[in-house]
């Protein structure tokens, strides 16, 4: 019996991405990275996988559940048996086998990081990545297991001029990438924490910031009944209105007199006025994005303390494209306390998807090659091979057909390769030292001398680049 094929799909909520989809995905973070690095965030990489003790706990518990776990290697139920459990539970199992997990995020990697290397970094320290992370999530629009993070973060101050220019490098983000009105949504976690209080349930607050978390996914009657099951009686549910009320444009200093006397709200209110007034401060933001104060704005994740952000795309459809927050305890946890650090992540994936839908790419990204060199026999492809080095010292990007088969298949690959000019030199052309180069959108072709080709390139191409 003959083997079964393999599937041609990779797993569930993974993608493979050819060479149009890569040029595109490279736009964004060459994009992202130039506004980075104006910013003075500098790069760093962390690997794949962390350690699991590193990862859980961090998230909540729905993040924990979504973590990849990785199985230990070699006979990974080893352990198990050793323990002898009697009737072993996941739960029991999951330590004993194991021991490491593919990142959810960049940031609890990011503070492991800077508390292994705290004694070489400058501080404040300002990083930025690109990288991969990894979700057990429910595959859906916008929402995939395997996906880009496009993060900056400051650790080792406590200013909330951090914040001011993080609200900043969001607005450049987008603006770099052409996406125009941005809104960017801010609230503070002390606010949340200070609604617990006022509800007599600092206890909950955990799970009555996660109920809160999910207000932009579920009509107020759900998340009603959801605060209700958590024990909140109808007049605490109508201390809840304001929130579930919200409406673009309320001011911080609106909703002060709900958390008078609550210290954690009132802080959170006077540092988000400060934010407010310091931003106002620097004038408009640039691709006309807007700060907007969202109280209900709770961020599932357990490790934010301060400002937290999310930023949405009126009219998209696409949910958040990008968020963070401020966090004062991450590096404790490796035993260095008292580095207080925010950050942000820019949602690659969703704003992929938003200019794929918008067609915002620019248009030379359309194009593979620049140049495609036709020939017709083994001196042909000498000479361009010569002319090919030369072009690519100035950073064309240019190619042949490896063999010397008919001009139709050549001419058929140049245009699969997207190609803006192709130049050929047959025998006749080698004589007279010419070269006839075809305009492929336009079909115009001209003849150039040898030495003016390099000239072709610089004033038609390397100007557009």
């Known amino acids: 019996?003959?083997?079964?094929?393999?599937?041609?799909?990779?797993?569930?909520?993974?993608?493979?991405?050819?060479?149009?989809?890569?040029?595109?995905?490279?736009?964004?973070?060459?994009?992202?990275?130039?506004?980075?690095?104006?910013?003075?965030?500098?790069?760093?990489?962390?690997?794949?996988?962390?350690?699991?003790?590193?990862?859980?706990?961090?998230?909540?518990?729905?993040?924990?559940?979504?973590?990849?776990?990785?199985?230990?290697?070699?006979?990974?139920?080893?352990?198990?048996?050793?323990?002898?459990?009697?009737?072993?539970?996941?739960?029991?199992?999951?330590?004993?086998?194991?021991?490491?997990?593919?990142?959810?995020?960049?940031?609890?990697?990011?503070?492991?990081?800077?508390?292994?290397?705290?004694?070489?970094?400058?501080?404040?320290?300002?990083?930025?990545?690109?990288?991969?992370?990894?979700?057990?999530?429910?595959?859906?629009?916008?929402?995939?297991?395997?996906?880009?993070?496009?993060?900056?973060?400051?650790?080792?101050?406590?200013?909330?001029?951090?914040?001011?220019?993080?609200?900043?490098?969001?607005?450049?983000?987008?603006?770099?990438?052409?996406?125009?009105?941005?809104?960017?949504?801010?609230?503070?976690?002390?606010?949340?924490?200070?609604?617990?209080?006022?509800?007599?349930?600092?206890?909950?607050?955990?799970?009555?910031?996660?109920?809160?978390?999910?207000?932009?996914?579920?009509?107020?009657?759900?998340?009603?009944?959801?605060?209700?099951?958590?024990?909140?009686?109808?007049?605490?549910?109508?201390?809840?209105?304001?929130?579930?009320?919200?409406?673009?444009?309320?001011?911080?200093q609106a909703i002060k007199p709900l958390f008078s006397g609550f210290e954690n709200a009132e802080k959170g209110i006077e540092e988000l006025e400060l934010v407010f007034d310091r931003c106002l401060d620097l004038g408009s933001l640039p691709g006309n994005a807007s700060l907007v104060f969202n109280p209900r704005l709770a961020r599932g994740l357990d490790y934010y303390t301060g400002c937290i952000f999310e930023v949405l795309l009126p009219g998209s459809g696409l949910g958040s494209l990008g968020g963070g927050g401020r966090y004062d305890n991450l590096t404790e946890m490796f035993g260095v306390p008292d580095l207080s650090g925010v950050g942000i992540s820019f949602g690659a994936e969703r704003i992929y998807d938003y200019m794929q839908a918008q067609n915002a790419w620019p248009q030379d990204l359309q194009t593979g090659l620049d140049y495609f060199f036709l020939h017709f026999d083994e001196e042909g492809a000498k000479v361009a091979q010569r002319f090919m080095l030369k072009f690519r010292e100035c950073g064309a990007r240019c190619d042949m057909f490896p063999e010397a088969v008919k001009i139709q298949k050549q001419m058929k690959y140049a245009n699969q390769r997207q190609t803006k000019f192709v130049v050929s030199i047959g025998e006749r052309e080698r004589e007279n030292q010419e070269a006839s180069v075809k305009d492929m959108q336009s079909g115009e072709q001209i003849t150039l001398a040898w030495d003016n080709l390099l000239h072709h390139f610089n004033s038609e191409t390397h100007g557009h680049r």
Not at 106 to 128: E, M, Y
Not at 145 to 169: A, H, K, T
């Open 1 to 252: 019996m003959a083997n079964q094929a393999l599937p041609l799909t990779p797993p569930k909520g993974m993608r493979d991405f050819g060479a149009e989809e890569m040029r595109k995905r490279r736009f964004i973070f060459e994009r992202l990275r130039n506004v980075f690095l104006t910013f003075g965030f500098e790069g760093i990489e962390t690997p794949s996988m962390e350690r699991l003790d590193v990862l859980t706990g961090k998230y909540g518990q729905e993040g924990d559940r979504l973590i990849f776990k990785v199985l230990n290697s070699g006979d990974f139920m080893k352990a198990v048996h050793e323990a002898q459990l009697p009737e072993p539970s996941s739960k029991q199992m999951q330590g004993l086998i194991s021991e490491k997990a593919m990142r959810y995020d960049l940031t609890i990697p990011f503070a492991r990081f800077v508390s292994a290397n705290r004694g070489t970094l400058p501080f404040p320290f300002k990083r930025h990545q690109i990288q991969a992370v990894w979700r057990a999530d429910q595959p859906q629009k916008g929402r995939y297991r395997e996906f880009y993070q496009c993060d900056v973060d400051v650790v080792g101050s406590r200013s909330l001029w951090q914040e001011v220019e993080l609200i900043r490098v969001f607005a450049e983000g987008f603006a770099a990438l052409g996406i125009q009105g941005a809104q960017i949504q801010i609230n503070h976690r002390g606010l949340l924490m200070g609604l617990a209080e006022r509800l007599g349930m600092p206890e909950k607050a955990t799970a009555l910031i996660g109920i809160l978390d999910k207000s932009d996914k579920l009509p107020n009657d759900t998340l009603l009944d959801l605060f209700r099951k958590e024990g909140l009686s109808e007049a605490d549910l109508a201390l809840l209105e304001p929130l579930l009320n919200w409406l673009p444009g309320i001011s911080p």
